[in-house]
């Protein structure tokens, strides 16, 4: 079966590009499955509200994942627990919202898990590796013969330290959250297809990972408290990646890069 996993959809522009984009690629790579991190997807670049969700599932989206932005939209605590969205296991225990799904698609029961790492993101979990345990343990107990989980974290080792943990019980493992697409992508010796981190969604060119340049500059260069706002305007852009799994074997054959401009006239 095909996975489209897509990564970090940010802002208005994140949205649009999956609006006038994300049909022909799914078309085109015949894909069975999509998975989009929508962690940025509201309209100032932090959570996920209801209507989010509702335009990334209406262009095409079968399950979101989540990230630290988890908790910055309000609202999403009240939708958590009844729309296809997975959120980081590890964070926010107790509060509404899941860390995994099992979704039957095409005959086939494909789990989805979200897990935060540690290393230098504001907000710190529990263990990752206990969760991932857990999150795969409660996947098979379901029945799931294909397996994808989204390491939403900041350093590149802590996301390759999971895949290889993780290597041969689940089909991929997939980096969020840094919204610049590494060229890393393969499937390890067990089998398990990795990527440091898929790349984002909406503006990436004319912007500093979705945000414009003069609040980034504030705080940055100025040490000012800023305000960060996304860019509008701009090329529109979809990263992800394009996985081929055995459901047999609940492996990876391949995963490839996708990243293309959307041109929202065509
Ligand atoms: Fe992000
Ligand atoms: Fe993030």
């Known amino acids: 079966m095909i996975i489209l996993f897509i990564g970090d959809v940010f802002g208005v522009a994140g949205r649009d590009a999956l609006f006038h984009g994300l049909y022909n690629i799914k078309k085109r790579e015949r894909v069975d499955i999509c998975i989009a991190n ?10 996920l509200s209801g209507r989010d969700a509702c335009d990334i599932i209406e262009s095409g989206v079968d399950v979101i994942t989540m990230g630290n932005h988890v908790w910055s939209c309000r609202e999403f605590e009240e939708f958590a627990d009844r729309l296809p969205v997975v959120r980081p296991a590890n964070i926010g225990r107790g509060r509404p919202g ?114 414009a340049y003069k609040g980034v500059y504030d705080k940055y260069a100025l040490g000012r408290k800023a305000t960060f706002e996304p860019v509008k305007k701009g090329t529109l852009e979809i990263r992800g990646v394009v996985i081929d799994a055995d459901e047999k074997t609940g492996l990876a054959r391949s995963i490839r890069r996708i990243a293309e401009t959307v041109n929202p006239s065509v």
């Open 38 to 47: 929508g962690e940025n997807a509201a309209s100032n670049g932090r959570g």
């Open 98 to 211: 899941k860390g995994f799904i099992v979704k039957e698609v095409a005959g086939v029961s494909v789990g989805i898990g979200n897990i935060e790492g540690r290393a230098f993101i504001d907000i710190v979990g529990d263990d990752p590796f206990a969760a991932a345990d857990d999150m795969t343990a409660a996947i098979k107990e379901q029945g799931a013969a294909v397996t994808l989980i989204d390491i939403h974290a900041e350093a590149t080792a802590e996301k390759k330290l999971l895949a290889m943990y993780l290597d041969g019980k689940v089909t991929a493992v997939v980096g969020t959250h840094t919204h610049v697409q590494t060229a890393d992508e393969t499937v390890l010796d067990g089998g398990t297809a990795f990527i440091t981190d898929a790349g984002m969604t909406g503006i990436m060119r004319e912007s500093i990972i979705g945000m």
